[in-house]
């Protein structure tokens, strides 16, 4: 079914003793004057996998390949695949790259559920170079928590490095491991079907941004940090997730609302303040619904300001909803 309202929402995803997303340096990755914060690809990312581990189509993820009918130098040797290569490997009913046309190409980017989520740029070649944006866009993830500090720790490793200098080659090597001791990122999204109205009518029973779509995002947004469990991953999890749903074709346009939330520290939890937030009363007409999942054991949500006011104001226990998104997928 195709979906008419626009979404606007924060999620915060906690890192504590892990690194969330770092930089070529591997230290996180902070602005200019010193802000640590993460990418929308770190955001993504995780998503991304939880999908693919569902079964769906998911197109850009790195992949690898190992190539038996190489060149002698390339044979047996593991290599990420290309773009093409990736597309035919999703797409494995595609048989020939050369015969396929940019109207096909389309088609099946839309059958990926990372594309019809977040767009896609299909820079394949001059002739069938496409650009999508996305209907759901998500900015920068900024830590709130002032007083992160980032650890670096040091590392040993079981093997020796044979390419050191003679007198080194012999001992094992050493190793940094950098992350924060605690840190909570503020991603703000928007979610606009809109974004795709003029394929419409170009691809044959296309229908659009799809409520089936946005529903797995909205599950992505509350767990997939969580249960995408790597080395500097580990300790990173899905803690709070604000959903402002329009009313169908609403005119209702939102700056990013990460900005108008607060957060504090009290008692060993985090405290998630709502009370700027009090301006979407004189939009009421034009909400239907304002969702705020989070996990009551670490997070004291202050959003009595909204449900003063009259809006459609839930809290639902994160996990709980989870597990709900989960079993009606299943």
């Known amino acids: ?12 995803i906690k890192s504590r003793m892990a690194n969330w997303n770092a930089d070529f340096t591997g230290r996180p990755k902070t602005t200019a004057n010193g802000d640590i914060f993460g990418s929308d690809k770190a955001f993504k990312y995780p998503i991304k996998r939880m999908w693919e581990n569902e079964g769906e189509k998911v197109l850009y993820l790195k992949s690898f390949k190992i190539d038996e009918k190489a060149k002698e130098e390339e044979k ?11 597309y035919l490997a999703v797409f494995p009913e595609v048989k020939a790259e050369a015969s396929v046309t940019s109207k096909e190409i389309l088609e099946n980017l ?39 500090i980032i ?42 079907p809109e974004n795709y109205q003029e394929y419409i009518s170009l691809i044959e029973g296309f229908e659009g941004y799809t409520q089936a779509a946005y529903h797995k995002f909205k599950a992505g947004c509350l767990v997939a940090a969580t249960a995408f469990n790597t080395n500097s991953k580990m300790g990173c999890e899905n803690e709070f997730a604000l959903f402002v749903e329009c009313r169908d074709e609403a005119r209702l346009y939102l700056a990013n609302l990460d900005q108008y939330i607060g957060f504090t520290k009290e008692d060993g939890k985090a405290v998630i303040n709502l009370a700027q937030l009090g301006f979407l009363a004189d939009f009421k007409e034009q909400i239907a619904q304002i969702e705020v999942y989070y996990n009551p054991l670490t997070v004291v949500v202050q959003g009595e300001s909204l449900q003063q006011q009259g809006l459609n104001y839930q809290e639902k226990n994160l996990f709980t909803a989870a597990l709900l998104y989960q079993e009606q997928d299943a």
């Open 76 to 86: 047996s040797k593991l290599q990420p695949r290309d773009l093409w290569e990736r």
């Open 151 to 192: 650890e670096s720790q040091a590392i040993l490793s079981p093997f020796r490095n044979s390419s050191e200098k003679k007198e080194e080659a012999s001992a094992t090597t050493l190793g940094t491991k950098i992350v924060v001791d605690e840190a909570h990122y503020f991603y703000p999204f928007t979610v606009n």
């Open 110 to 148: 839309f059958k990926a559920l990372d594309v019809i989520n977040f767009g896609a740029t299909f820079a394949a070649d001059r002739k069938r170079n496409i650009s999508i944006t996305g209907a759901v866009q998500v900015g920068q993830g900024y830590n709130k928590y002032a007083e992160t």
């Open 1 to 12: 079914m195709k979906m008419k309202n626009r979404v606007y929402g924060v999620v915060a």
